[in-house]
């Protein structure tokens, strides 16, 4: 299958500094990528759906402003957490895909805010 | 809105033993269907998937999965179980939003242990 890379695979950082999570797709072109977000033991919630070039699209309750997500290229989409606090810790993982066919997920980032 | 449930948060079955995972499904039509694998701190693994066609899907490392839509269901089953098939395991709908796109939307996940 298609390969999805995430970069860093662990970052801790401190309370109120930003941190950016890369998802590269690399042998393919992805048209949408997803981010979501793990709590431990619990399943992966959809945070943003980002189309290359254009905004990408919030669910409810997550705060674009908090999290900016650029999709800047068919092969590349960035998540950035501005001024982390603990309670955004979490595992984040991103998924790419292109078109209607299945989504590969990248191997996450765990994130810890100190 | 679309909604998976996975009844089973924990199942421990002996290497050797069949393996049948839950998961039912809510979605106004009928919905891309898919069961993914998450070994611990890592990103997750298509087992297989469900658009359209014969309801009997095979996919990787022997799994299987049929989609029974009187029952909206689509359990995961193994004959086999092999130690290295303890991971967590989760099922997902897939909800069309606007032409051939769709967003996923996973159960809480079933913890499968094996033991030896």
Redesign the interface.
């Known amino acids: 299958?298609a390969v999805?890379s995430?970069h860093p695979s662990r970052v801790i950082c401190k309370s109120g500094t930003s941190v950016k999570i890369e998802c590269r797709s690399l042998d393919f072109q992805a048209t949408?990528m997803?981010w979501y977000r793990q709590f431990p033991?619990?399943?992966?919630m959809?945070m943003a759906?980002s189309n290359e070039g254009s905004k990408a699209t919030y669910e409810q309750g997550v705060e674009k402003d908090k999290f900016l997500i650029n999709h800047a290229s068919l092969t590349l989409s960035t998540l950035t957490v501005t001024s982390a606090h603990p309670e955004d810790s979490s595992?984040y993982?991103c998924?790419a895909r292109a078109?209607?066919t299945?989504?590969?997920?990248?191997?996450?980032t765990?994130l810890t805010v100190v | 809105a679309q909604s998976v449930t996975q009844p089973d948060i924990h199942i421990t079955v002996s290497e050797g033993a069949s393996l049948e995972l839950r998961c039912n499904y809510s979605y106004g039509a009928t919905p891309y269907l898919f069961w993914y694998v998450q070994s611990p701190g890592q990103g997750l693994q298509l087992l297989l998937k469900y658009f359209s066609g014969d309801t009997l899907v095979q996919g990787i490392k022997g799994f299987e999965a049929e989609f029974k839509r009187s029952q909206s269901s689509f359990n995961l089953r193994k004959p086999s179980v092999h130690w290295s098939d303890a991971a967590e395991y989760f099922c997902a709908v897939g909800a069309r939003s606007g032409g051939s796109n769709y967003k996923l939307t996973f159960g809480k996940g079933t913890l499968l242990t094996v033991n030896p």
């Open positions: 299958g999805v995430q949408t997803f033991k619990q399943s992966l959809l759906t595992f993982i998924s078109g209607a299945e989504a590969f997920f990248g191997q996450g765990r």
